[in-house]
């Protein structure tokens, strides 16, 4: 029996060309609302004329000095990075480009890496981050994904006699740190023009403005020479879903061309263990592979592990800590799927539409409440909040849709968190007892009624559109890989194919989570397409069943065979 619960939720697409396609190029620019004058970029990202000087922002030349300072006199400096990919990466930019420029001007090297314990730690700078700081005699710190909001935890440092230089692009805190040299892409005043950097761009940005300066000092650094970083900012801008517009675009793509030769062992180790072949990587490769396996060091154990693999030097450390994430990413998707199942059914036992969902359990996995809170929004078309319980207090994160901005949802509950803070589309939060959850819980859901109005938005699947599965030609895919990179504001096209008949609809994969789906086409063809993660069609399609399929168009390899495939993105029963 088909249940209300699953289908609901799909019917929702949005068409967005009717009728006859001309120029599938044209028509998918326009689809995506690439003006005109913007197509031949976008089109065919330039390095030279699509980057931007890393001194046009507005503090640049101060950090740049700050840092040099500091290693022409061996000055203590920590990177503090963040427990996710982007923070690992942008730390091992950071510490990588810092050690190589010292190196070249034989400057005596005192740096260190510190990663936060997401359960220990938490979200941003600790307060008794710093004070370790102060008692281990650091006089210099450069964060990398995180900062903009601590305040008063840089106050202590600067009063410690502490420099702080901010790398950073989340959501601006409420006070910024006064004593900082920040760089931040919406810092107030910023006139860098790419606001949409992820933490790793801001501090590749930096880093190619170090490298720039450590020239002029005689260091021998061939130009060009930043650009083997790019593969660290090509992971950290899909895995962080930054757009990939004007400079972004730019930097995924050369990034990507980096990366599928890149030099670092340990990304090699995490790709081989992934089974993706180094030449053949994309934004979806990121994405579903690469991206997990970093963020599985900081959602189960520790995001030093990531770390580790990703600064790798040599092949042993690379094996051993690429096979640690691997293990790690195995662990991940079994405690994630189990705490999103227990948290759906939460929301289903309640009986009641609400336009956010704020679920908890004392037993979850605190690396794992943003899977859950992120498996929500894509099963109830809500934004949603998951928390655990760490200790005496509980932390969670949140994920958003229907253009809700977290962090203004949080602000508007007042002074009840320990810390709050992200992006308008991912936050983090942390509360001092179940009672102020509770409240939390009431005053964002009364916030969300007030924004959203009498009606929660719905879940909109964006079709490109309509496209007979026969015409799934090699012609047609030449002229989709145009638009590649693909990733937020340019995401693969999705075409649906209507009145298609079931004929089989099965769960495969070790887990049973993925589904296989066979079908007729109206003039009599035989197609199969596969559905990641959408295994849960299987038990709800019966044979014989009438079905539109929205899908995309990927290569599959099977035993040296090419061949195009359908991949299912939603299913409409008609």
Known sequence: MRSAYLFKMKYNWNIKHEGEVADVVETLLNNRGIKDEDRASFLNPDWETGTHD???FTRMQEAVDRLFLAL???????????YDA????GATLLFTAITEVAEKLNFKLDLSVFLPDREKDGYGVAKHTVEKFIANGVQLIVTVDCGIANADEFDLAKDAGIDVIICDHHQLGVRLPTHAYIIHPL????TYPNKHLCGTGVAFKFVSALIIEARKRGADLPEGYEKWFLDLVAIATVTDVMPLHGENRVLEKFGLKVLNKTRRLGIQQIMHFAGSEQGQVDTQTIGFQIGPRINAAGRIKH?????NALSATNIIDAEKFAGELELLNRDRQTISRAAAAEAKKMVEDRKSSEPILVVWNDSWNPGIVGLVAGKLVSTFGVPAFALTKVGDKYVGSGRSVGGLNLVEAMRSCGDIFIKAGGHPQACGLSIESEELLKEFQTKVVKYGKEYFGA?????????DFVLPLEKMTRELFTDLQKLEPYGEGNKPPVFVAQNLKVLIAETIGKTKTHLRLSVTTPNGKTAKMVGFSLGDFASE????DMVDVAYEIVENEWNGNITLEGRVVDIKVL
Do not use: R
């Open 455 to 463: 009606e929660a938005p719905k879940p909109v699947t964006d079709i």
């Open 54 to 56: 890393p001194f046009l």
């Open 72 to 82: 022409e006199q061996g000055e203590k400096i920590v990177i503090h990075g963040d």
């Open 541 to 544: 399609l019966n044979a014989g």
């Open 187 to 190: 810092a107030p005043g910023e």
């Open 303 to 307: 995001a030093s592990v990531g770390f």
């Open 86 to 89: 982007d923070g690992m990466s």
